[in-house]
């Protein structure tokens, strides 16, 4: 049947059963948003206050719920206000699609107002992009983009449609074809192909291999890794686990991969990984990292890394393999197809002893002495009295540290964080969507001074939507983990990193017509917690530190996995 091309938009997102999307109008894309309208009993639209905090809450709605995210933006700096955003869910594998409008044909290449050659800024930071010149090909496009999208090592796409290609008057030929049909049909079959979309089956015999070099070993590792989270493996990967009866370290991504309070938990590796998960890695004698791609934050020497053990790699991703870290032996597949298979060929082992050594290690450190309020007492408190089940989205730091390491994530998408890019200013918008994808749970989103500075105008999409977000800022009044390299490293030469400055984050919420405490005690803070937890509308917590406090352990980039600068 014959319909306007914008509906056709509309409709392939009905066929992929999108029901929310983020964004921000502009003049180039406002032929969609008048068909937006049409659709606004089926497709909820959230307006953020900026292009970035659209893309940062569809990449947490992706995470949080196992969905594809969308995100719409205009030509020119709307579409480049999204380029952080994409990025950061390129580099933790997140699948959002991008919806950007561009300039007309004939204002092409003219260096036209508001026009960007979007799609060859976004290539380096996307699984894909589309410059659609023609209207007809909008069904197949927007399928092969969801499935690029979706499947295989998750990431982002962008679709960028020139204008005259949405105008009012274009249509085109249009049949309602469901998800789970379209991605078989020819062309995406095609695009299957050319992309490697669809994860290889793992091969029988490297199984087989590794179920051998499982049964030689006496002390065996488990890195959980940000790919079982993208594969919702959590079951088989525990069921691994405890078939070793191994220790089991995590990586900042794989944060829900494996139950944080278990009692093989090693914690989290690498930087600010704990005694028990760096040493484990240094003397194992079998690693087994499950979609892992070893970055420098966990690899931080990689020549040294586990070099007492024959190492293992299981990834979605060919390319990932040896790119950091030379293997004995490796896998490629999907983490929870090769789990499953891997488990079926398993018995039950048991290594005592191997335990015994490692696992009381994971005791943290204790502290520093400070009256002040401390890190560890605002995440116990939030532990205590929050649901099991609350979603944590963090931005960047310290803080963030000192949520995974405090935090027990239990399932994917339980935790927020950008991993890969260290994306200050991803937090609220992260929380933002993990709420529209999860309103029945608590969402706490934890940040710093330095952080809430960069994302702190979502707090006008948090009001507005009466979405009930806790955000906790850590108010250190510095620039915290660039701090502490100073101190440690750089000779205390406090260069541009102390934020002596406003707002007051209390009367900022209040501006923004939320709630807002300060709090400089325990005490004070379980009050403020409760009171945030039935107050029905977003709340800021703003939580005085001593400025010296410092994230431990930590081990300096380059260094030998054990070399712990603070303990």
């Known amino acids: 049947m014959k319909i306007r091309a914008t509906q056709a938009i509309m409709e392939c997102l009905l066929e992929q059963e999108v029901d929310t999307v983020f964004g921000y109008p502009g003049g180039s894309i406002l032929n969609v948003y008048d068909e937006l309208y049409n659709y606004r009993d089926k497709i909820t639209h959230i307006l953020t206050a900026h292009e970035q905090g659209a893309a940062h809450a569809a990449d947490g709605y992706a995470r949080s719920t196992g969905k594809v995210g969308v995100c719409f933006a205009t030509s020119g700096p709307g579409a480049t206000n999204l380029t952080t955003g994409i990025a950061t869910a390129y580099m933790d594998s997140s699948p959002v699609v991008f919806l950007t409008c561009n300039v007309a044909e004939p204002y092409l290449g003219k260096d036209s107002f508001q026009e960007v050659d979007i799609t060859g800024i976004a290539m380096p930071i996307t699984k894909a992009t589309y410059l659609v010149r023609d209207a007809q090909t909008i069904p197949d496009v927007m399928r092969e983009a969801f ?3 979706a499947t295989g090592r998750p990431g982002p796409v962008l679709i960028d449609f020139l204008k005259n290609v949405t105008a009012p008057s274009v249509e085109i030929d249009y049949e309602f074809v469901p998800w789970t049909q379209n991605r078989r049909l020819g062309s995406i079959k095609a695009l299957a192909d050319a992309h490697e979309l669809k994860a290889p089956e793992p091969n029988s015999d490297d199984i087989d291999i590794l179920a051998d070099m499982i049964a030689q070993s006496e002390k065996p590792l488990l890195i959980c890794g940000g790919g079982v989270v993208r594969a919702r493996a959590d079951k088989e990967f525990r069921e691994l686990a405890e078939k070793l009866d191994a ?17 093989l938990t090693a914690g989290m590796i690498g930087m600010h990984g ?14 087994i990292a499950v979609g892992c791609r070893f970055s420098d934050r966990v690899a931080l020497q990689p020549e040294t890394f586990a070099s007492q053990a024959k190492i293992v790699q ?20 999907n983490a929870k197809r090769v789990l499953e298979l891997l488990n079926q060929r398993l018995g039950q082992y048991s290594h005592p002893e191997w335990k015994e050594h ?3 290690l994971r005791q943290p450190s204790i502290p520093r002495v400070s009256e002040q309020l401390t890190p560890k007492q605002v995440l116990e408190t939030i532990r205590r009295l929050a649901p099991q089940d609350t979603i944590v989205a963090t931005d960047v730091g ?11 994530f239990d399932y994917p998408g339980q935790l927020l964080t950008s991993g890969g890019f260290g994306t200050m200013g991803f937090g609220l918008g992260a929380a933002i969507g993990a ?13 710093g001074d330095g952080c809430f500075r960069m994302n702190c105008n979502e707090l006008a999409t948090v009001e507005h939507y009466k979405l009930p977000i806790i955000t906790v800022v850590f108010n250190n009044g510095t620039l915290g983990m660039v701090r502490q390299w100073q101190h440690l490293i750089y000779h205390e030469r406090y260069s541009e990193t102390t934020l002596d400055r406003g707002p007051d984050f209390v009367k900022l919420a209040e501006a923004y017509g939320l709630k807002g405490f300060r709090v400089t005690t325990q005490a004070e803070m ?3 917690f409760r009171e945030a937890l039935s107050a029905g509308c977003g709340c800021v917590i703003d939580c005085m530190l001593d400025m010296d406090e410092m994230v431990r352990p930590m081990v300096a980039g380059g260094a030998h996995i054990t070399d712990f600068l603070l303990h």
């Open 247 to 263: 220790p089991v370290a995590i990586t900042v991504m794989g944060g829900g991969g494996f139950p944080g309070g278990h009692p």
């Open 314 to 333: 299981i990834d979605i991703d060919r390319s990932e393999i040896d790119k950091n870290v030379l293997t004995d032996h490796h896998i490629v597949g």
């Open 147 to 149: 499935a690029v999208a």
């Open 435 to 447: 709420k529209m994808g999860n309103p029945d749970k608590v969402v706490v989103h934890t940040t």
């Open 274 to 287: 704990s005694q028990a998960s760096n040493v484990a890695c240094n003397e194992c004698d079998l690693l």
């Open 526 to 528: 379980e009050k403020a």
């Open 358 to 360: 490692i696992l009381p």
């Open 398 to 408: 310290q803080h963030q540290m000192w949520s995974i390491q405090h935090f027990h």
